[in-house]
């Protein structure tokens, strides 16, 4: 599969939100992903003219707070998170990011093990993050 990591546009908004919608429990809206695709750093991944994948964050002065980073369950364990996570590193490199973090599910082992791979650390536990269950949140983070 050849992929595309290019910033996300407001072209790619309603197939990132399809995906986001099927991925999790709580989804972001279409007015979050018209937001994250005019500021901060978001990429999409794309097979074709056909999203396959997303990671959507936030930056205030240089810091990075990946928000969201989702795969279409037909496209994963394929190198595309992977992909995506890269683009946002270099690029938040050039933009003069210095640290990179994240909120997942305690419970989420997979994605925990992911983001372990990409250089991210363990920094924290934040008790009852989730609304949707009151679960637990590792905050990890990562410097440039």
């Known amino acids: 599969m050849t992929l595309k990591v290019?910033?996300?546009?407001?072209n790619d908004v309603p197939q990132s939100?399809?995906?986001?919608?099927?991925?999790?429990p709580i989804p972001n809206t279409s007015d979050d992903f018209l937001k994250f695709s005019k500021e901060g750093l978001?990429?999409?991944a794309k097979k074709d003219a056909a999203v396959v994948g997303y990671v959507v964050s936030e930056t205030v002065l240089d810091e990075c707070h990946v928000v969201r980073i989702a795969?279409?369950?037909?496209h994963r364990r394929r190198g595309v998170g992977r992909k995506l996570m890269m683009g946002l590193f270099n690029e938040g490199g050039k933009a003069g990011i210095k640290k990179?973090?994240?909120e997942v599910r305690i419970s989420n082992k997979s994605s925990i093990?992911?983001?372990?791979?990409?250089?991210?650390k363990q920094v924290r536990v934040r008790k009852e993050y989730y609304a949707d269950?009151?679960?637990d949140a590792v905050?990890?983070?990562?410097l440039s």
């Open 113 to 120: 093990d992911f983001y372990k791979k990409a250089g991210f």
């Open 6 to 10: 290019e910033r996300m546009s407001l």
């Open 71 to 74: 795969v279409d369950p037909r």
């Open 42 to 44: 978001s990429f999409v």
């Open 133 to 135: 269950n009151g679960e």
């Open 139 to 142: 905050l990890m983070e990562r």
């Open 17 to 24: 939100l399809k995906i986001e919608n099927e991925c999790f």
């Open 100 to 102: 990179f973090y994240l």
